[in-house]
C-alpha cells in the first residue's frame, strides 16, 4: 500500500512537471500587427535569401571594381651563407658574394587596353545589385503583405471561434429551459430533440473554428520565420472591442 502510494505521488509530481513544461513551450507571445510585420522582415527565409543575394551582388561589383586599379606584385629573399665568397687578384681580395645575401622587387601592372572590359564588367555588376535590390523589396513587400492578410484572417478566426462558443452557452440555456418546459408537458420531445441537435452542431462549429485559429496561428509564425509551434496572441486593432 506504501509502495503505491508513493508511486502515485513521484507519478503525480513528473506529470505536474511536465504539464508545467509544456506550459512553457505553448505561453502565447503577445504581438501587434506591426511587430508580426517586422519580426517577418527579419527571419522569414524569403527576406533572408533576397538579402544575402543582394550582399553576394554587392561583392561581385566590388570584385569587378577591383580590376580598375595597378596590380601589385612584391617579391624577397633572404639567403644566409656559411662564409663570404672571395676572389684574390694580385695583393687585393674582391668579394664576390656576402656572408647574407638579400633581394627585394616590386611591381605595379596598370592594366589600359583592358580598362574597357572591366569597366562593362563592372557595370554589369552594377546592375545585378540593383536587381537584386528589387528583388529584396519586392520580396518584403509580397512577405508584409501576406503577414498582414494572415495577422487580419487570424484575428477573425478568434472572433468566430468565440461568437462559436457563446453560441453554444445560448444553446445549453434553450435546452435547458426546452427540457424544463417538456417535463412540464408544455412541448413535445421533437423540441427538445431540435435543441440538442442544434447544441450538438454549435459544439461541432467550435472545434472547427479552433482548428482555424491554430491553422492560422501556425501560418501567420511561418511566414514570420518561427517554428509552426509557436503560440501567437494577436493584438485586436485599435479600432476593435
Do not use: C
Not at 19 to 33: G, H, N
Not at 79 to 96: K, L, M, N, R, Y
Not at 170 to 178: E, F, I, M, V
Amino acid at each position: 500500500m506504501r509502495r503505491s502510494i508513493v508511486l502515485g505521488a513521484v507519478t503525480g509530481l513528473l506529470f505536474a512537471s511536465a504539464t508545467a513544461s509544456a506550459d512553457e513551450l505553448v505561453a502565447p507571445r503577445k504581438m501587434s500587427l506591426a511587430e508580426a510585420v517586422a519580426e517577418a522582415m527579419r527571419n522569414n527565409p524569403d527576406v533572408k535569401t533576397a538579402g544575402e543575394e543582394r550582399d553576394v551582388a554587392t561583392a561581385r561589383r566590388w570584385e569587378a571594381g577591383g580590376n580598375f586599379g595597378p596590380r601589385i606584385h612584391v617579391d624577397g629573399s633572404v639567403q644566409e651563407w656559411d662564409s663570404a665568397f672571395s676572389i684574390a687578384f694580385g695583393p687585393q681580395q674582391f668579394t664576390v658574394r656576402d656572408q647574407f645575401t638579400w633581394s627585394f622587387t616590386a611591381t605595379a601592372i596598370q592594366p589600359i587596353t583592358g580598362l574597357l572590359a572591366v569597366y562593362e564588367q563592372y557595370h554589369i555588376g552594377n546592375l545585378g545589385v540593383d536587381l537584386a535590390d528589387i528583388r529584396k523589396k519586392a520580396t518584403q513587400r509580397d512577405v508584409g503583405f501576406r503577414v498582414i492578410e494572415g495577422y487580419f484572417r487570424l484575428l477573425q478566426a478568434e472572433r468566430l471561434a468565440e461568437v462559436a462558443l457563446t453560441s453554444v452557452d445560448q444553446l445549453q440555456a434553450q435546452l435547458k429551459l426546452a427540457n424544463s418546459f417538456h417535463d412540464a408537458g408544455t412541448v413535445s420531445k421533437d423540441d427538445v430533440l431540435r435543441a440538442e441537435l442544434a447544441l450538438a452542431s454549435a459544439k461541432q462549429r467550435v472545434i472547427q473554428t479552433r482548428a482555424q485559429v491554430s491553422l492560422g496561428r501556425s501560418r501567420l509564425a511561418t511566414l514570420m520565420g518561427l517554428s509552426p509551434a509557436t503560440e501567437i496572441d494577436a493584438v485586436p486593432l485599435a479600432s476593435e472591442p
